[in-house]
């Protein structure tokens, strides 16, 4: 399975070292890719491969054992997370959602990765996921 995830905008570097964290444990379970871009006129250039997913506060919430059962039929996603605008319009497959609140995109950014790393876990009846 191949994970890409596409960002509008740099974390800052708090930020930077937790989403490390999760980033370096990912190619145990998959390829994993993550891109910054500047912004959405950038965004809006890049080549979206597999299932495209963005994060959206109107998209489809999931349990963590949701979104592992899910990603467990998928082959390539590319999760997408907007700057402090939101995104633009692009294609999407499917637009999930933390919670109907607003969150920071380096937060988002933050949690999205820990959450696929969490579902393989789940996936892989590991004892991360209590």
């Not at 989403?19 to 809006?44: M, N, W």
């Not at 949701?66 to 998928?74: D, H, I, R, T, V």
């Not at 319009?89 to 820990?114: C, G, N, W, Y």
């Not at 009846?125 to 209590?130: M, P, S, T, V």
């Given at each position: 399975?191949?994970?890409?995830?596409?960002?509008?905008?740099?974390?800052?570097?708090?930020?930077?070292?937790?989403?490390?964290?999760?980033?370096?444990?990912?190619?145990?379970?998959?390829?994993?890719?993550?891109?910054?871009?500047?912004?959405?006129k950038e965004l809006l250039k890049v080549n979206m491969k597999g299932t495209?997913?963005?994060?959206?506060?109107?998209?489809?919430?999931?349990?963590?054992?949701?979104?592992?059962?899910?990603?467990?039929?998928?082959?390539?996603?590319?999760?997408?997370?907007?700057?402090?605008?939101?995104?633009?319009?692009?294609?999407?497959?499917?637009?999930?959602?933390?919670?109907?609140?607003?969150?920071?995109?380096?937060?988002?950014?933050?949690?999205?990765?820990?959450?696929?790393?969490?579902?393989?876990?789940?996936?892989?009846?590991?004892?991360?996921?209590?």
């Amino acid at each position: 399975m191949r994970i890409y995830l596409i960002a509008v905008g740099k974390p800052t570097q708090e930020y930077s070292a937790l989403i490390r964290e999760y980033e370096q444990r990912l190619p145990k379970y998959c390829t994993f890719e993550a891109r910054e871009v500047k912004d959405d006129k950038e965004l809006l250039k890049v080549n979206m491969k597999g299932t495209v997913v963005a994060l959206d506060r109107n998209g489809k919430q999931m349990t963590s054992e949701g979104l592992a059962e899910w990603m467990s039929k998928q082959q390539d996603v590319t999760f997408v997370i907007g700057g402090p605008e939101g995104l633009p319009s692009i294609r999407t497959d499917l637009k999930i959602s933390f919670s109907p609140l607003t969150f920071p995109h380096q937060l988002a950014r933050l949690m999205i990765t820990e959450q696929i790393y969490r579902a393989f876990t789940i996936l892989k009846k590991e004892k991360y996921h209590k």
